[in-house]
T-cell receptor, first 113, second 115 residues
């Protein structure tokens, strides 16, 4: 069974204090790994797709990287508006929900001014 | 910019009643997904449509749940004889039909509360 584990569960940073969120996965065959941002009372907002080990993608203060067993979301000099829950999800070749995403529980990030 | 639209945003009902939710995907997206999310958890996959065909169902989708997408555009999710455990946020997502790894774009969900 596909598993996605995110750490830490919660993270509190000062504005400007860079850090990384971790997403480790155990799957039978990875098609893609996705990062989403979710604000309270809203649906997940797509950030990045990563396909293969070694791939990196950037958007503003966020950078996502992928290895064969985990992905990192690096946040550089965060601002209070970066506060949200960050979700990691995988899409796999295995049967049963092969087109659906398997999500982790998310990391709740708070950036204090 | 028209994203995924879900209606209603909130639904409060008594246990045992039937409820129906609607999802309007992004207009050019042929794929449509339903997920359920409870507090402190990530979304869990329920079912998936390509055009009007329902291609996958999760084990989470009990017999009380039924989803349709009659003309390959909007979709409905019905829950019959609701139970306390059905209280959750029901999310709809859509994506392009261009092979794998197309990002799924989510609506803001319908929050269901069972009294």
């Amino acid at each position: 069974e596909d598993q996605v584990t995110q750490s830490p569960e919660a993270l509190r940073l000062q504005e400007g204090e860079s850090s990384s969120l971790n997403c480790s996965y155990t799957v039978s065959g990875l098609r893609g790994l996705f990062w989403y941002r979710q604000d309270p009372g809203k649906g997940p907002e797509f950030l990045f797709t990563l396909y293969s080990a070694g791939e990196e993608k950037e958007k503003e203060r966020l950078k996502a990287t992928l290895t064969k067993k985990e992905s990192f979301l690096h946040i550089t000099a965060p601002k209070p508006e970066d506060s949200a829950t960050y979700l990691c999800a995988v899409q796999t070749y295995s049967g049963g929900g092969a087109d659906g995403l398997t999500f982790g529980k998310g990391t709740h990030l708070i950036i204090q001014p | 910019d028209t994203g995924v639209s879900q209606d209603p945003r909130h639904k409060i009902t008594k246990r045992g009643q039937n409820v129906t939710f609607r999802c309007d995907p992004i207009s050019e997206h042929n794929r449509l997904y339903w997920y359920r999310q409870t507090l402190g958890q990530g979304p869990e996959f329920l079912t998936y449509f390509q055009n009007e065909a329902q291609l996958e169902k999760s084990r989470l989708l009990s017999d009380r749940f039924s989803a349709e997408r009659p003309k390959g555009s909007f979709s409905t999710l019905e829950i019959q004889r609701t139970e306390q455990g059905d209280s959750a946020m029901y999310l709809c997502a859509s994506s392009l039909d261009r092979g794998y790894n197309q990002p799924q774009h989510f609506g803001d969900g319908t929050r269901l509360s069972i009294l």
